[in-house]
């Protein structure tokens, strides 16, 4: 069971990613990968972050202006908490892989807001702590839609889509599942930030939206299907699904090589659907595989990727 103190959710986006920045539907599920964070009182006269895990020790600047792009994100936090002039020492044992594709950064801040809360005894909610860790989010790629965040706060399998006005609060509903649904993740090993797939795929939709909201209607419709073929347990519809989201994907070009290695490789091993999941460019992949689970895994791990069998609802 995953203890919920201090602790941030890991996810996978089944349905979405990319088209839920622009105002469709997604859907996302965490996954039994978390980030968890301890807060100290220390009499070092600042915030230290230490991430153990990656070698990472640093001094968060007081002034924003001096801080780099990892320091600003999670700043915002001490920012918007006014724990800036606090002597505290702020450790984070990452358990969800960096960049790939899992919602590690989103988890990361959860776990830090969270940790901070418990410590200081600030009673946040957990919608507060959603939108605090929206706010890194932002600082840390641009445009994004708030879903990382939102599976990492609640940790559920939600279908979600972002406001129309900055502000307002996102639509999100929970999808119970009479059954559990079991997904294989391949894990490419190759990094990936989801703020440079992210403007990638912007940069293109400048040049031409028409074109590129095409897609991403596309992309909204096979989600909504998607949350019937779930509800229904139509794995077969899903699986087709998520075949078709992976193309339009790609041509979003948010593919990479080891991507399309391991769709292939769960699809040759009897995956319904396969596709990658989250920023893409590398990262992470879901197959949908209920009868060949343990097959598709070890056709990854043989190809020298690693794998994770996961069940989500
Ligand atoms: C990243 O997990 C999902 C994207 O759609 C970005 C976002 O929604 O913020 C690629």
Redesign the pocket.
């Known amino acids: 069971a995953v203890d919920h103190r201090a602790c941030g959710h890991g996810?996978i986006?089944l349905l979405g990613?990319?088209a839920?920045?622009y105002g469709s539907h997604?859907i996302a599920a965490p996954v039994p990968l978390a980030v968890r964070a301890t807060a100290q009182d220390t009499n070092s006269g600042g915030v230290d972050m230490l991430i153990p895990r990656w070698g990472v020790e640093y001094r968060l600047h007081r002034d924003p202006a001096h801080r780099d792009s990892f320091q600003r994100s999670l700043g915002i936090i001490f920012d918007q908490l006014e724990l800036t002039e606090r002597s505290v020492r702020i450790e984070v044992f990452p358990n969800v892989p960096r960049a790939m594709?899992l919602?590690g950064s989103a988890a990361m801040a959860v776990a830090v807001i969270r940790a901070l809360d418990q410590h200081y005894q600030l009673g946040l909610r957990d919608d507060e702590i959603n939108a605090l860790a929206f706010r890194c989010?932002e600082v840390a790629?641009g445009?994004?839609?708030?879903?990382?965040n939102t599976v990492a706060t609640y940790g559920k399998l939600l279908l979600y889509k972002r406001a129309a006005q900055k502000g307002d609060a996102p639509m999100m509903r929970e999808l119970k599942l009479a059954k559990r649904i079991p997904l294989v993740i391949g894990i490419s090993g190759k990094e990936s930030l989801?703020a440079v797939?992210?403007g990638k795929v912007r940069n293109a939709w400048q040049r031409n939206p028409a074109l590129y909201d095409g897609i991403f209607q596309q992309i909204d419709g096979l989600t909504l299907q998607g949350v019937e073929a779930m509800q229904q347990y139509d794995l077969e519809r899903l699986g087709d699904l998520m075949n078709i989201c992976h193309g339009l994907l790609n041509a979003l070009r948010v593919s990479s090589w080891e991507v399309e290695e391991l769709v292939q490789i769960a699809r040759e091993h009897g995956a319904l659907g396969a596709k990658l999941t989250?920023?893409?460019g590398g990262g992470s992949i879901v197959a949908l595989c209920p009868q060949n689970k343990e097959k598709v895994a070890a056709a990854m791990r043989d190809a020298g990727y690693q794998a994770m069998e996961v069940e989500i609802g």
Request: aromatic fraction near 0%; avoid cysteine; hydrophobic fraction near 30%.
């Open positions: 996810k986006i990613e990319h839920v920045v997604a594709g919602g989010e790629h445009s994004a839609s708030g879903i990382d989801t797939t992210v989250g920023g893409g």
